[in-house]
């Protein structure tokens, strides 16, 4: 049995014994494979108390079951909390019911989207602000350690790396980016690098859960701006530097505010939005490693495509 191969029958078997073990309700039905990727599978089990859902991993991204658990144990209240994990990279979790996303598209005039994203990043930046303090834990977990000074080093090794194929090294002052980042005197903490409403759950009394943290490091806490922008000026369809953009980055910021002066942090927010185009690139080196089926063209040379974006001027 291959150790990561979602398709054969002893995988399958293996994990669906697993899964019944840890079960916490009588289930009701068959367990449903409902997404899958090379690097991941999800699978719906339903049972008396509801649907329960379980994620396996790769090898590479298995570091997703110790933080989730890790988290879950620091604040219980802001993440989803698993009912258990194992070392293989799986997860078995309740259902939370409609990601914030699914809010916002069922009732946008209750969930409208700028003022909405505001109290999410806000929300999501003291979850950073909490879990600076376990960087070094969470580094010993497995999560990659991506601290600003690293990134140099780590940029080389994608280019060198014939299967990203980046080609010639970019042009780019990046290890000067790195410094000025490590220098502002912010703390490294977890990185999301997938922050999105589709990974949010409008729950809790902390308003917001956080879930889905497969592409996670411990990195500059801005990082997670690229995505979150950038698919925020995706949905409304706002140009680099929009105002709303602006709003949204601010409103992130907000509780980071007793740490460095308004510029200080602007200036970082910046900075991080193009140095994390370099943590993109490993999330996805590290999806594409010992995968668990064939992997679509797209997703091959998305690794290149995001060091390509290091010339872009950032969003904000």
Same mark, same amino acid.
């Given at each position: 049995m291959k150790a990561n191969d979602w398709h054969d029958p @002893?995988? !399958?078997?293996? *994990?669906?014994?697993?899964?019944?073990?840890?079960?916490? @309700?009588?289930?009701? $039905?068959?367990?449903?494979?409902?997404? !899958?990727?090379?690097?991941? !599978?999800?699978?719906?089990?339903p049972t008396a108390a509801g649907d329960r859902w379980f994620k396996a991993n790769t090898p590479p991204c298995a570091y997703e079951?110790?933080?989730?658990?890790a988290l879950a144990g620091w604040l219980p209240d802001a993440v989803l909390q698993p009912l258990a994990v194992?070392?293989? $990279? #799986?997860?078995?979790?309740?259902?939370?019911?409609?990601?914030l996303r699914d809010k916002i598209a069922a009732d946008p @005039?209750? #969930?409208?989207?700028?003022?909405?994203?505001?109290?999410?990043?806000?929300?999501?930046a003291v979850l950073q602000r909490a879990t600076a303090t376990h960087a070094d834990e969470m580094v010993a977990l497995g999560v990659p350690d991506?601290?600003?000074?690293?990134?140099? $080093?780590?940029l080389k090794a994608l280019v060198?790396?014939?299967? /990203?194929? @980046?080609?010639?090294? /970019?042009? /780019?002052?990046?290890?000067?980016?790195?410094?000025e980042l490590a220098a502002d005197g912010l703390p490294a903490t977890i990185q999301h690098d997938d922050l999105t409403d589709a990974? /949010?759950?409008?729950?809790?009394? *902390? $308003?917001?859960?956080f879930f889905d943290w497969g592409d996670a490091s411990v990195a500059h806490p801005f990082g997670s701006l690229l995505v979150a922008l950038g698919f925020a000026g995706h949905v409304l369809d706002l140009g680099p530097g929009d105002p709303a953009l602006l709003r949204l980055r601010d409103a992130y910021l907000e509780p980071w505010t007793d740490l460095a002066p308004a510029t200080t942090l602007r200036q970082s927010a910046s900075l991080a939005c193009r140095v994390t185009r370099v943590s993109r690139s490993l999330a996805w080196q590290?999806?594409?490693?010992?995968t668990a089926m064939p992997v679509d063209e797209d997703f091959r040379t998305a690794a290149a495509h995001w060091l390509a974006e290091l010339p872009e001027p950032p969003v904000i």
């Open positions: @002893a995988w !399958v078997a293996t *994990a669906h014994d697993w899964i019944e073990a840890h079960l916490d @309700a009588e289930p009701t $039905g068959w367990i449903e494979e409902i997404r !899958v990727r090379p690097w991941s !599978v999800t699978h719906r089990v079951s110790p933080l989730a658990s194992d070392a293989r $990279g #799986w997860l078995l979790s309740a259902d939370a019911g409609p990601t @005039a209750r #969930w409208p989207l700028l003022e909405t994203w505001s109290d999410m990043l806000q929300a999501y991506l601290r600003p000074p690293l990134l140099p $080093g780590h060198d790396d014939p299967e /990203v194929g @980046a080609g010639a090294e /970019v042009a /780019v002052p990046f290890a000067d980016w790195c410094a990974n /949010v759950f409008p729950a809790g009394p *902390a $308003g917001f859960r590290r999806a594409l490693r010992d």
